[in-house]
């Protein structure tokens, strides 16, 4: 069996809060596979609000896209909170923030979720 995390994130359009499941499919590589709608108090209650994950991290051909906008990815805002992601915009606001930025490319190796909602 192999090992899952939930990550949680939040809609970058209607800040809307959900988890990404992440399975590890090799040593340190995480794969995203899934993603649902998730309350703030299910985070707390089940502990993923406290997870730490390295590695390298993919998209599944099976990932569904944020459970609100249906955006194909996700991203690590300089803030150390996930949001989902379009690949196809470059432009972005971070729905915890309000940071304004551009995307730059470069893979996430740390995903250290606390208090991400």
């Known amino acids: 069996m192999r090992k899952a995390v939930i990550i949680p994130a939040r809609c970058s359009k209607t800040k809307g809060s ?5 399975e ?18 299910s ?3 089940e502990g993923y609000d406290n997870v730490n ?3 390298t991290f993919n998209l599944s051909h099976e990932y569904p896209g944020c459970p609100f ?4 990815s996700y991203v690590l805002c300089n803030c150390g ?9 470059i432009e972005f606001t971070c729905p915890n ?5 551009r995307i730059t490319f470069g893979g996430i190796n740390n995903l ?3 208090q991400n909602l």
Do not use: P, Q, Y
């Open 53 to 55: 994950v390295k590695g």
């Open 69 to 72: 906008c249906e955006a194909n």
């Open 97 to 101: 923030c309000g940071i304004h930025c």
């Open 81 to 89: 909170k996930v949001s989902c992601w379009n690949s196809n915009i």
């Open 43 to 45: 985070v707390k209650r």
């Open 112 to 114: 250290n979720v606390s």
């Open 18 to 22: 959900f988890g990404i499941r992440l």
């Open 24 to 41: 590890e499919i090799s040593t340190d590589t995480w794969s995203a596979v899934w993603a649902f709608k998730l309350s703030e108090t």
